[in-house]
């Protein structure tokens, strides 16, 4: 699926010698072209191990890492090891590397902290990996294992397209999956797929944007190539594109179309409507003409990761709501029986489908309970942690008894 993995890093970048100029500036381009910016050479800088001794440039804009050290980005992630591409003499290259132990101990605190396709990654002279930079988006769901800690999907997606069939839509789902794109802090777009297989797909997209406000929604067939030039624009601007959506949808066809290979395995969808889960890995592929696509498997629960970042992202998702709300007697309305409720007359008025304000509700109860859980959680694993250090305390062979 990815350009043959070397045993070992390229021996172009990770090189205690200071590279020639001319080597810079090609594996500058080359970084460049896995999504590397100013942005991510200040936010290298900034870690406190490898940013402490980045060299001066070499030229314009060249991030080099302290002696030995080398920058990736994630583009398959196992536990404990991980594809990463890395420039190459000849562009970028993937190279199979191992986490560093922190790196490990640090997963096994809190697994998001993890690499994961999408990460840039700081890498030593083993090679392996020893850090990952901050994350500047992130596509979290809630572990369906109800773990304290969320599963994340997708990192630092610039875009993210919430994929579903014009064949088979599901409004609860889409409603659901554009709330989590909003909380990521990417851009979301909604991708209608298989326009091909119903005769009104146009009048089916004007009804499922109507539970999209603020969103860019695109038509597309892709097996055709039909509708796919906004996302081509997306990708040409060298954005990270992430696909996220249920199984079965067309997430492996849209990327196969946009990187114009066939690099995921995609199959027909059972008699049931179901999809295979036919894709088992999050991939980042870098696309032809610039930018990369991420394709993840097909989700079968999409748990808003309470907290903060669900808050905001269900104002996003439910603009229309959040609008009427702006305009109800009272600040903290509940729109149920309230007099002055702007967001009951609008649903009475026929403006606003009583039925945004119920997917509204039902997520919003969602993400208040998750968040509590969380918490709960959270709280109950400190305090076994405390339990652990008094233990320990009380062992301590230089403590009187
Ligand atoms: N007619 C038509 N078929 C499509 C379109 N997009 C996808 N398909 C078909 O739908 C089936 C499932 O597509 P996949 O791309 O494998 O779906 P997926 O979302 O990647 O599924 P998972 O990997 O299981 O998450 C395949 O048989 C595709 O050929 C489309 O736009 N039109
Ligand atoms: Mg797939
Ligand atoms: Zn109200």
């Known amino acids: 699926m990815h350009p043959a993995v070397p045993s070992a890093l390229p021996s172009a970048l990770p090189s205690s010698d200071p590279p020639s100029a001319a080597s810079s ?8 072209r896995l999504g590397w910016d100013d942005a991510w050479a200040r936010a290298l800088a900034a870690l406190p191990d490898a940013g402490s001794d980045v060299g001066p440039a070499a030229g314009p804009d060249v991030p080099r890492p302290a002696a030995g050290r080398a920058v990736g980005r994630v583009c398959r992630a196992d536990a404990g090891a991980c594809d990463v591409l890395v420039p190459g003499p000849d562009g970028p290259v993937a190279a199979a590397v191992p986490w560093a132990p922190t790196v490990r101990r640090a997963a096994r605190a809190d697994p998001t902290a993890g690499p994961v396709a999408g990460d840039w990654v700081v890498l030593d002279a083993a090679p392996a990996v020893a850090g990952v930079l901050p994350r500047r988006t992130a596509v979290v769901r809630a572990q369906p294992d109800r773990s304290s800690h969320g599963q994340v999907l997708a990192a630092n997606a610039d875009v ?3 994929v579903e069939p014009l064949s088979d839509p599901d409004l609860g789902r889409l409603e659901r999956l554009l709330t989590l794109a909003w909380s990521s802090g990417a851009r979301p777009v909604c991708v209608l797929t298989k326009a091909d297989l119903v005769p009104d ?12 406000p603020g969103v860019d929604v695109l038509v597309v067939a892709a097996p055709e190539d039909v509708g796919l030039a906004p996302l081509r624009d997306v990708l040409a601007g060298g954005a990270t594109l992430a696909l996220l959506g249920a199984s079965g949808v067309g ?13 995921m395995r995609t199959t027909a969808v059972r008699d049931d409507g179901k999809g295979r889960h036919t ?5 980042l592929h870098l696309a032809p003409g610039g930018g990369a696509v991420l394709d993840t498997p097909g989700l079968r629960t999409i748990g808003l990761a309470g907290a903060g970042a669900a808050d905001a992202a269900l104002e996003d998702a439910f603009a229309d709501v959040a609008e009427r709300a702006a305009a109800c007697r009272f600040r903290d309305c509940a729109h149920r029986t309230e007099p002055g409720c702007a967001v009951l007359a609008a649903v009475e008025s026929g403006d606003l489908p009583a039925r945004r304000l119920a997917s509204y509700r039902k997520l919003e109860r969602e993400a208040r309970h998750e968040a509590a ?4 959680r959270l709280r109950a694993e400190m305090a076994q942690v405390w339990k652990q250090r008094a233990r320990a305390y009380r062992r301590r062979p230089d403590k009187k008894r």
């Open 25 to 32: 500036r090609a594996s500058a381009a080359s970084l460049a």
């Open 160 to 162: 993210v397209a919430v």
């Open 251 to 263: 997430k492996s066809t849209l990327l196969n179309a946009l990187v114009g290979a066939e690099r």
């Open 279 to 283: 894709t088992v890995t999050r991939e």
């Open 373 to 376: 859980r969380t918490d709960a």
């Open 201 to 212: 797909a146009e009048v089916r997209a004007a009804d499922l944007a109507a539970a999209a």
